[in-house]
């Protein structure tokens, strides 16, 4: 039963080589990729960058209990996911999160990279702030952190 994984938090910016290479394996045959960027347009705002900040050993420890909760839930043999999720400020279509999964089967790679990014949004603390082209910016409201 092989399965791998690599989650992180950076300030450098987050490049899909590096995922590309972890999960890469002959036992898989199926991977999906979940690149988040910034937008150039939110709420009829004109959105110039976005800066994101986060307790990085929270942010790691939610990362873990959703990986472990994904192996309880899907019991998949043979997979390979690579979570990297950027910390500082980053500008127009620069990547904000990386989900890369490997997986036997492509419905299983699809199932698992949503269950990823559907889990983070919700148990992760992390904060957003959008800089707009007046100068404005303002940190956006999130969704309420849910706990198992």
């Not at 045959?29 to 690149?35: E, K, L, M």
């Not at 990014?117 to 007046?134: A, D, L, Q, V």
């Amino acid at each position: 039963m092989f399965h791998a994984k690599v989650i992180d938090i950076t300030k450098e910016k987050i490049e899909l080589s590096k995922a590309e290479k972890f999960i890469a394996s002959s036992k898989c045959g199926a991977s999906i990729y979940f690149v988040g960027t910034v937008r150039d347009l939110n709420n009829d705002k004109k959105v110039i960058g976005m800066t994101y900040d986060s307790h990085d050993a929270l942010v790691i420890k939610s990362f873990e209990e959703i990986y472990k909760d994904s192996l309880k839930k899907f019991k998949f043999d043979n997979t390979a996911v690579f979570i990297e999720h950027i910390k500082g400020k980053i500008q127009l279509g620069d990547i904000s999160i990386l989900i890369a999964v490997a997986c036997k089967h492509r419905n299983q790679a699809y199932e698992l990279s949503r269950f990823f990014i559907e889990e983070i949004k919700k148990k992760t603390p992390i904060w957003k702030k959008e800089h707009y082209e007046n100068e404005d910016s303002e940190w956006l409201e999130g969704n309420p952190i849910q706990t198992k």
